[in-house]
């Protein structure tokens, strides 16, 4: 797959149903894969933070979730071709386990949500195949993480959603994945489960359209203001960033 550069981070350039494609053929060779999906918030990070950026850039598979990413792309004059968003291709993930025969299993949210979240989906999905369910709550290192991965391991999933924020999700699947062998797909998916379970609600059709996604979400959570500033640091980074590339291009001329 074609990889497009965004400020140091390699995104591959797909579609949604390119994206779940992807995965699932990587997952039908036996080849494990690590999911990413950084949204414009994350890349900033990854800017800000090289060790971080190492930990993004060790995934297999990097998805756009974001217009912020999408309109970055632009900007540099190499297009993505669209935005694809974790939350569904999670979705599209549950919804062909049962037919592509890769149980999922679904960890993180507050106690309760996770299974909150397995009960919504497979009365939406029936044919869905979900190995588990667990919450985020614990310590990510030690006796009680190794409880936690013995009982994936023992569920037989072949994919783990790991919803519990970034950056500890995308930390937690590099540390881990070496100990979770038939895991094929672990993916980081942030405040997904809360969807799933109905806990909380993505923003209506209209702002996502109109890629407004992330007002709707200051206007539900104010208190992401503090977050939400990262972005015009973000696009005007993003245009230095592109004048400097024109003039790094001019001197090998």
């Known amino acids: 797959m074609e990889k ?27 080849e494990q894969t690590a999911v990413f999906t950084p949204n414009a918030e994350i890349v900033q990070a990854c800017v800000e933070d090289e060790s971080f950026r190492d930990i993004i850039t060790s ?18 004059g190499t297009p993505l071709k669209e935005k694809v968003p974790g939350v569904e291709v999670g979705e599209a993930l549950v919804r062909l386990s049962g037919e592509r025969d890769l149980p999922v299993f679904l960890m993180g949210g507050k106690p309760g949500v996770a299974e909150e ?36 391991n023992d569920s037989g999933a072949g994919a783990l959603f790991v919803c519990i924020g970034s950056p500890a999700q995308e930390k937690w699947i590099a540390a881990t994945r070496g100990k979770l062998p038939g895991v094929k797909v672990l993916m980081g998916l942030g405040g997904s489960l809360d969807i799933y379970s109905g806990t909380a609600k993505r923003a209506p059709k209209i702002f996502i359209k109109l890629g407004m996604e992330w007002f709707y979400r200051l206007l539900k959570e104010p208190k992401r203001i503090g977050r939400m500033m990262k972005l015009p640091k973000f696009y005007v980074g993003t245009r230095r960033y592109k004048r400097k590339l024109k003039k790094e291009q001019k001197k090998q001329k």
């Open 4 to 30: 497009i550069n965004v400020r140091g981070i390699e995104f591959d350039n797909v579609t949604f149903d390119e994206a779940v494609e992807l995965i699932y053929s990587r997952a039908g060779r036996g």
């Open 117 to 152: 979240a397995k009960e919504k989906l497979l009365e939406k999905y029936p044919g869905a195949k979900i190995a588990g369910s667990y919450h985020g709550y614990f310590k990510k290192e030690g006796e009680e993480n190794d409880e936690v991965v013995k009982m994936i």
């Open 59 to 76: 995934a297999d598979v990097l998805l756009p979730d974001g217009v912020g990413v999408i309109k970055a792309a632009r900007i540099l």
